[in-house]
């Protein structure tokens, strides 16, 4: 039998660790992108965009992220679609992501007071113009530490992803786990891993979250 | 033709019917003070005027421009219209310049140089031309309110709705406010106000409208309507017996 030195084990997750990093980044752009036009949809004066929003969120809020992806690898499949793994992954992450999103973006513009919406309509704004000038850089301060926070969870949901045959950290563990026999050894690793990416972001978010807070001013 | 034509507009909360039936024509350059208890429709009127409330019947026009509900139509009468809101609603991540700035370069698309000269002109017109480069939070009640002012001015409107711009406010703020307002009357600005002041609608004003429960309960001059009360509702506002 071969053996494998605790440094060949590390070496092999790190490998994998880069897609973690990789499909997280993915996840979190284009949900930020597509959490976005949530946004907009949710807080539009159409109810018809309104109510498609809602429905979406609820939709994503409530299954199960395994579920998605389940449904976003098999279910394409059943219509005669091949969906490789990866891209599976990536747009289950994207929508779920992109509905959490959506929803703590709008708590945050609902945060703005009336009167600022009054004030800009009042200059001849359009709807638009509102949200970026007025709305949305008053938004955005007190949107960071929410999601920030929130990325930790995408960080730690494509462990997910495994389960569809994406070889991320977690199923790197699992596949060293059978080549090494030394699950406590490989899955510590795994979860050191998770933790010194998860980490950092939880604390920046404590400290953004401070830092906005004690000053109190808006600019 | 007046400049603010204001024909038998109604607005109604669900089944509750807050304004009903209101008819005001407002020349150029008057000065109209709004007056009446809390609930009677005063600053509902003055919301409609802009279409930051909808009316449920009736019509608004202002100079020409006709109140309709679509953003075009809106625009192009709220370009006619500035407001002015009892809790100043600056921006707050904006310094004063940049909050009478933005509606210059955003709207009408004026180049950033030529808006900050019209920015350090209104401010000045208003007493803060220093106070430039500070935040909201950096300014009294009374400043803000008069970036506020600054901010609808260098918009250019023909005419100005004030919703108790002085009721936030401290009273020992409430006069470099108004002496503010005063000044625009005695240029000739169209106003409407909703107020408390009534010693300052006696003073400025050129008409004064009582509203009560949702109507134009007694209109006048204000030597007129505040020294013959003719009704007992308007009586009994101003306290005299």
């Not at chain 2, 707050?92 to 210059?104: D, E, F, K």
């Not at chain 2, 001059?221 to 509702?233: D, I, M, Q, S």
């Amino acid at each position: 039998m071969i053996e494998f030195s605790t440094w060949d084990i590390l070496r092999n997750l790190l490998l994998a660790t880069r897609w973690t990093i990789l499909l997280s980044l993915v996840s979190f752009v284009g949900g930020g992108a597509v959490g976005l036009l949530l946004l907009f949809l949710r807080i539009s004066k159409r109810k018809a965009a309104r109510a498609f929003a809602k429905y979406y969120i609820e939709l994503f809020q409530g299954t199960p992220l395994l579920m998605q992806l389940f449904l976003a690898f098999f279910g394409l499949g059943l219509f005669g679609v091949d969906v490789p793994a990866w891209l599976a992954a990536g747009m289950a992450l994207v929508l779920w992501t992109a509905s959490f999103l959506a929803e703590i973006w709008r708590g945050c513009v609902e945060s703005i007071a009336r009167g600022q919406w009054e004030a800009s309509a009042s200059l001849g704004m359009g709807r638009l113009q509102q949200m970026r000038y007025v709305i949305l850089p008053q938004a955005l301060k007190i949107a960071v530490p929410p999601t920030v926070g929130f990325s930790v969870q995408v960080v730690k949901g494509t462990a997910l992803t495994s389960i569809i045959g994406f070889v991320e950290l977690s199923k790197a563990g699992t596949v060293v786990t059978n080549a090494t026999f030394q699950p406590f050894t490989v899955y510590g690793l795994v979860a050191l891993i998770y933790f010194a990416l998860c980490w950092p972001l939880s604390k920046s978010s404590q400290i953004l979250e401070r830092k906005l807070n004690v000053a109190h001013r808006n600019h | 033709m007046s400049l603010i034509e204001i024909t038998e507009i109604r607005k109604s909360y669900g089944t509750n019917e807050v304004l009903k039936g209101i008819n005001l024509d407002v020349e150029p350059g008057e000065v109209i003070a709004i007056i009446g208890k809390s609930g009677s429709g005063k600053s509902t009127l003055l919301r409609c005027i802009n279409g930051l409330e909808t009316i449920t019947q009736g019509s608004i026009s202002v100079a020409g421009a006709q109140l309709i509900d679509d953003e075009l139509h809106l625009k192009a009468l709220r370009l006619k219209v500035g407001m002015i809101f009892q809790q100043f609603n600056l921006f707050p991540h904006l310094t004063a310049g940049g909050n009478v700035m933005l509606s210059q370069t955003v709207v009408k698309k004026t180049a950033k140089a030529e808006a900050e000269a019209v920015a350090r002109k209104m401010l000045d017109r208003v007493g803060l031309g220093h106070k430039f480069d500070a935040y909201p939070d950096e300014l009294s009640g009374g400043q803000q309110q008069r970036v506020a002012i600054a901010r609808a001015l260098a918009m250019q409107p023909i005419a100005l709705l004030c919703d108790e711009i002085t009721s936030a406010l401290d009273p020992e703020l409430v006069a470099e406010v108004l002496a503010v307002v005063r000044e625009l009357a005695a240029e000739g600005m169209t106003l409407l106000m909703v107020t408390h002041e009534m010693r300052f609608a006696r003073d400025v004003c050129s008409r004064v409208v009582f509203m009560h429960q949702g109507r134009v309960h007694e209109i006048g001059p204000p030597e007129e309507v505040f020294a013959n009360p003719k009704t007992p509702e308007l009586q009994q506002f101003l306290g005299v017996h």
